[in-house]
T-cell receptor, first 113, second 118 residues
Framework: AQSVTQLGSHVSVSEGALVLLRCNYS??????LFWYVQYPNQGLQLLLK??????LVKGINGFEAEFKKSETSFHLTKPSAHMSDAAEYFC???????????FGSGTKLNVKP | DTGVSQNPRHKITKRGQNVTFRCDPI?????LYWYRQTLGQGPEFLTY????????KSRLLSDRFSAERPKGSFSTLEIQRTEQGDSAMYLC????????????????FGPGTRLTVT
């Protein structure tokens, strides 16, 4: 079975500071990994995805993530936080046939002015 | 491409009543998924369709829950005899799956239907 652990349910950074949101996964098969962002009362929007190509993945809004197989991690980073980045972020892993995603419990990002 | 749409956006119902939600996926997508998200948690998989066939159901989907996708386009999720524990956000997603690894992989989510059972 696959699972995702997101360390830190709440992360607070100052505007302009580095954003680091952690995601570790477990998978018995080569994983496909995703980061989604959710704003209040909205659905999930895809930020980026890893599908066995380059291990450093760039996404929208300046976010990127690095797949590290040895650490079973897929942490999300952004060099400089913006107020508009305040939202909840979910890491997800899918099975080989992409028939369902397993989501982490989410990390709420707060950006202080 | 208008994205995935869900109706209604909000539903308040009394315990014991039946409710039905609708999801319209992106038009060319052949896979449709239902997830449930409770407060402070990530979405949990409920079921998915490929075209009109329901291929998998989670253990979370009790006998009171039923989902259909009759013509391989829109889908409905019905909850019978609602309980307070059913209060959650119900999310629908769609994707394009193509055999032999040519899929785009990601799922596109709708805005969700927030159910409150009183």
């Amino acid at each position: 079975a696959q699972s995702v652990t997101q360390l830190g349910s709440h992360v607070s950074v100052s505007e302009g500071a580095l954003v680091l949101l952690r995601c570790n996964y477990s998978s018995s098969v080569p994983p496909y990994l995703f980061w989604y962002v959710q704003y209040p009362n909205q659905g999930l929007q895809l930020l980026l995805k890893y599908t066995s190509a380059a291990t450093l993945v760039k996404g929208i809004n300046g976010f990127e993530a690095e797949f590290k197989k040895s650490e079973t991690s897929f942490h999300l980073t952004k060099p400089s936080a913006h107020m508009s980045d305040a939202a909840e972020y979910f890491c997800a892993v899918s099975e080989g046939d992409f028939n369902k995603f397993y989501f982490g419990s989410g990390t709420k990002l707060n950006v202080k002015p | 491409d208008t994205g995935v749409s869900q109706n209604p956006r909000h539903k308040i119902t009394k315990r014991g009543q039946n409710v039905t939600f609708r999801c319209d996926p992106i038009s060319e997508h052949n896979r449709l998924y239902w997830y449930r998200q409770t407060l402070g948690q990530g979405p949990e998989f409920l079921t998915y369709f490929q075209n009109e066939a329901q291929l998998e159901k989670s253990r979370l989907l009790s006998d009171r829950f039923s989902a259909e996708r009759p013509k391989g386009s829109f889908s409905t999720l019905e909850i019978q005899r609602t309980e307070q524990g059913d209060s959650a956000m119900y999310l629908c997603a769609s994707s394009l799956w193509v055999y032999a690894g040519l899929s785009s992989y990601e799922q596109y989510f709708g805005p969700g239907t927030r159910l409150t059972v009183t």
